[in-house]
């Protein structure tokens, strides 16, 4: 059955990509599948098994690629997201956040009574506000206890105050305890591989001694969940670990790409050059308007002789590294890969689905923006 998100009869479908109005965001569908199928391979045959963070790409055709490759869903930050992902065919998600708004927590339960829903808590107030939500609707929600075991963002403590919280949802009505969540984002792209590893690790450590002490009060952890695109190869064949949330995999940017090169530059924003006001500065109609703001700096595809772009609103700023002239003309179109793809993804509606130079397929990113 098509799906209502892949329009295939746009005006674009069939057209040269260089026909596009600019900026626009392509997926490149070779780079794109090789990185599915990459990530696919690697979690084969293992214990775990890979639920990628739907964040990144906010595009349920994105979304059904992965579980078509063998994802069970997805992982997403906020319930609207997971709603767009419901709707666009996806019926497993895991909301790897707190949902605490009285109107969230009315649109989890919802959309429990449509899916296999799960959500995170770090909270015995929040735990409590739940259950009687679901309880009130009728519907069954997953639950699993996030641990801040190094992360330093949300989370319980590990051990007995993980504890105290997994008890509490194992009693409450409506709710199902599933296990547990660590998120090693302190080090998913630390570009020290050794300390990368070393520092997840001992979040997962003390994760599985926290599972340990659930078991031996008889609860159930059946799930783990946990890591980044930066850590799959370490997070993902911890022993105990069943559940990994890369997401960046897809897309990439540059700096991820520079640690973890298994996966490639998917995501771009095709550019005119608009203006060469001197020899080695190269000015393009990509700002941060269709780039993002990010720390790590968005740089121009296949000229290495172009520095990392200087970005104001809807200006992009290129200046050769060794101060000789570009050979780009006013006019030219240079792809642009933004320093952080799922902050830049979250500011385009739609993505042109590109191969061998032609627009293949119009994707919706239905769940673009969505924030709540
Ligand atoms: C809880 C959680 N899991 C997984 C991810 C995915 O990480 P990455 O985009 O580095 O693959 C993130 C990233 O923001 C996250 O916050």
């Excluded at 550019?271 to 941060?288: E, Q, W, Y």
Aim: hydrophobic share 40%; aromatic share 4%.
């Amino acid at each position: 059955m098509p799906y209502r998100d892949e329009i295939s009869d746009h005006p674009a479908v069939g057209r040269p990509v260089s026909e596009l109005p600019t900026p626009a965001p392509l997926v490149d569908l070779d780079l794109l599948e090789a990185n599915i199928a990459t990530m696919a391979d690697f979690f084969r045959g293992r214990p775990a098994h890979i639920r990628p963070h739907a964040k990144t790409h906010r595009a349920p055709a994105v979304a059904r690629r992965q579980v078509a490759a063998g994802a069970p869903g997805v992982t997403c930050a906020k319930v609207s997201m997971a709603e767009a992902m419901v709707d666009g065919g996806i019926d497993d998600v895991y909301i790897a956040n707190e949902v605490v708004s009285p109107p969230a927590v009315e649109r989890l339960c919802a959309l429990a009574a449509r899916a296999r829903v799960a959500v995170a808590v770090d909270d015995a107030g929040n735990v409590a506000q739940l259950a009687a939500a679901a309880s009130a609707r009728g519907v069954r929600i997953g639950v699993l206890v996030e641990l801040d075991a190094g992360v330093g963002r949300c989370g319980s403590r590990p051990g007995e105050p993980a504890l105290a919280l997994a008890e509490t949802v194992a009693r409450a009505p409506g709710l199902e305890l599933r296990g547990l969540h660590a998120y090693e984002g302190h080090v998913v792209q630390n570009a020290d591989e050794a300390r990368r590893r070393a520092e997840t690790e001992k979040m997962l450590d003390l994760t599985m001694q926290t599972r340990d002490l659930l078991a031996r009060h008889g609860l159930p952890v059946r799930e783990i969940t946990c890591g980044g695109t930066g850590t799959y190869a370490i997070s993902g064949v911890y022993p105990g670990v069943t559940e990994h949330q890369a997401g960046s995999y897809v897309y990439m940017d540059p700096g991820y790409h520079e640690k973890i090169p298994a996966f490639g530059l998917a995501f771009s924003l095709l550019c005119t050059v608009m203006s060469r006001p001197a020899p080695d500065r190269v000015i393009t109609d990509g700002g941060l308007q269709v780039l993002a703001s990010s720390p790590a700096p968005a740089m121009a595809k296949n000229h290495p002789e172009l520095g990392p772009a200087r970005l104001s609103e809807e200006h992009g700023t290129f200046r050769t590294l060794d101060g000789s002239a570009s050979d780009l003309r006013v006019g030219d179109q240079v792809e642009v890969h933004p320093g952080h793809c799922c902050a830049a993804a979250n500011l385009h509606d739609r993505v042109y689905a590109v191969r061998g130079g032609r627009v293949e397929a119009v994707w919706l990113a239905t769940a673009r923006g969505c924030s709540q």
